[in-house]
């Protein structure tokens, strides 16, 4: 748990995303459509920044 929360809170530091609903948004992108192939955080970073506007 807490290892997703560094890594959400890192994600919106280096995108520069200040509101809570975009942390939100990112859990739920994780959590419920990340693609379970996806282990690097470098990867999960990318699929996150390319699908960002489909969620």
């Known amino acids: 748990m807490y290892e ?3 890594f959400i809170n890192t994600y ?3 995108e520069n995303l200040y509101n809570v609903s975009d ?3 990112i ?3 994780i959590k419920d459509y ?3 192939t ?3 955080q ?3 970073k990318n699929w996150i920044k390319n699908n ?3 969620y």
């Open 42 to 44: 470098e990867n999960i």
């Open 4 to 6: 997703m929360l560094y």
């Open 27 to 29: 859990e739920k992108m």
């Open 12 to 14: 919106m530091e280096n």
């Open 38 to 40: 996806l282990r690097s």
């Open 23 to 25: 942390g939100h948004k």
């Open 34 to 36: 990340i693609p379970s």
């Open 52 to 54: 960002w506007n489909q």
